[in-house]
């Protein structure tokens, strides 16, 4: 798509003589070219609680979404004088969400791309990375009081002739001296240990290991207390 920058920057240029800035007299003005070829703009807007200002940036953001969605693909970002002037950094992670890395921004040298201004940036392929194949556990809502407290025990057990693993959640262990025992929640069956583990650890910061042998290992959080010394090594 070709890219008429005269035209973005007198966008964004006309849209910061509307910037509201009584407080530190910086107007800013952006305007952004979306991937339909409409043209959305937005200019900062302050508050006496200064860190509720919105940035220009902000406001094409938004204007974007109320216009119709889309991905931007070029945006000016201009001062009071109308030259060029980069975007803060959170605003950077704004502009990466709905542009991406090889979104464009005017800058006095040409424009430079977002991977240029953001390098490593993180966005949602980092959370597919954790909750895409491995969904984090959830606690049921009518257990939902005793998250944190009890202790799990993953274990060994069979099913079908072929070894699995598989944990309970013990309230009292690791409460008070006085606690009233019993378990709370039994867990499913999982070919991993470190399934159950993970399991256990949505629950509690106490989870305990016990193998088909008998050990007993620690693999909750923190170091091992003295009486399990000994951590689960997997």
Not at 61 to 69: D, E, W
Not at 97 to 118: H, K, V, Y
Not at 163 to 185: F, I, M
Request: charged share 20%; hydrophobic share 45%.
């Amino acid at each position: 798509m070709e890219i008429d920058w005269e035209r973005l920057r007198a966008a964004a240029t006309e849209v910061m003589r509307h910037a509201y800035v009584p407080y530190s007299k910086f107007p800013v003005g952006a305007a952004a070219l979306v991937d339909d070829g409409r043209v959305v703009v937005g200019c900062n807007v302050e508050n006496a609680a200064y860190g509720v200002v919105l940035c220009a940036e902000c406001g094409v953001v938004s204007s974007l979404h109320a216009t119709g969605g889309g991905r931007i693909v070029a945006l000016s970002c201009v001062d009071a004088t109308g030259e060029p002037l980069m975007p803060c950094g959170r605003c950077r992670q704004l502009l990466w969400e709905q542009g991406g890395p090889e979104c464009l921004i005017e800058a006095r040298g040409g424009p430079l791309r977002m991977a240029e201004l953001l390098p490593h940036a993180f966005d949602v392929t980092d959370l597919e990375a954790v909750t895409g194949e491995a969904p984090v556990p959830v606690v049921p809502e009518r257990l939902a009081a005793w998250r944190g407290r009890g202790t799990v025990f993953a274990h060994p057990d069979l099913s079908a002739g072929q070894q699995v693993w598989t944990a309970y959640w013990e309230r009292s262990a690791g409460d008070s001296e006085d606690a009233e025992t019993g378990v709370l929640e039994e867990g499913p069956s999982w070919g991993d240990p470190a399934e159950a583990i993970a399991w256990g650890l949505a629950r509690t910061p106490r989870v305990v290991v016990v193998d088909a042998a008998g050990g007993i290992f620690w693999a909750g959080e923190g170091e091992p207390p003295m009486e399990i010394p000994v951590r689960w090594a997997g």
